[in-house]
C-alpha cells in the first residue's frame, strides 16, 4: 500500500532570490502546485531578505539606497511524504540555509 500522507515542509533563505529558485524548483522539479506553496518572512519583520543578490546588491562604494535587508525568507508547503528526500535536497540547492519537516 502506497503512503499517501503530507507533511509541510519549511526552508529558510538568506535571499529573495533563492527563495524564489526554490518555489521554481517545487513547482517544475515535484508538480507541486504554485498556489500551495507560501513565502513570508521568517520572523515578524517585513524583509526580502538577510543578504543582498542580484539587482538589490549595494553600489561599488558599500553605499545603499534601498530598505536594509532584515531576516530570512520561509518557503512552505505541504509534499507527500514520499517526496520528502528529493524536496530537501531541492531546497539545499536552491540556497536553503535550514530545512525542516513537521
Known sequence: MADDSTTTIRATFDAREAADLAVEHL??????????IFIQSATDRNTTGSKPSGGDASHEDGSRDDGAHEGEIEVSGDISANQIAAVQRSLGDAGAIRVSER
Open 27 to 36: 513547482v517544475q522539479q515535484h508538480g507541486i502546485s504554485r498556489p500551495d
